[in-house]
């Protein structure tokens, strides 16, 4: 790879938008051969957000001497880490949020390595942990047939449909 080469920004990179309590993506945009990623509620910005708590233009994607560098543009600033920042290196990946109330985004610039796109492998042969014990199950069945709760809710189902078909 020649200094130029490094010097160019990486042919591929992803920003999500995160689900808060779970972390997994909501929505992800793909940008290709770009040296600055937009991001904030204004239109025309590349990742574009409509939420009280993010700026116009709130938040930038920079590549700088070969690397990118995470911008805070907004008023209410940009958390990684829960620490605000002011400009933040990034090595490959990033999740940072948009003000203390505002979403949160996940940066990757190595997507190469994203395994997302590939295909689910595994054996068709049952685990044996997964198998079913049929008699235990039967067993439990009949267990609960056989109770006083059951009984009774059948009775409310069969008084329901009779005065249903009346």
Partial sequence: MSVADS????LEVVVQLLDAARGSPLKTWRFVGRA???IGRADG???EISDPYVSRLHAELAWREGQ?????RGRNGVLVASRPITEFPVQ????????SSGP?????SAVEDDNSRRTL???LEPLPDFQLDGSRLRAEVDEI??????RKLLNQAKTLRHKRTE
């Fill in 92 to 99: 490959h990946e990033v999740i940072f949020q948009l003000g």
């Fill in 145 to 150: 047939e056989a109770g006083e709760y059951f």
């Fill in 68 to 72: 990118w560098t995470l911008i805070s």
């Fill in 121 to 123: 492998d595994s054996d």
């Fill in 45 to 47: 910005q590349d990742v």
């Fill in 104 to 108: 949160t985004f996940r940066f990757r």
């Fill in 36 to 38: 600055s990623i937009t």
């Fill in 7 to 10: 010097l160019a920004p990486p």
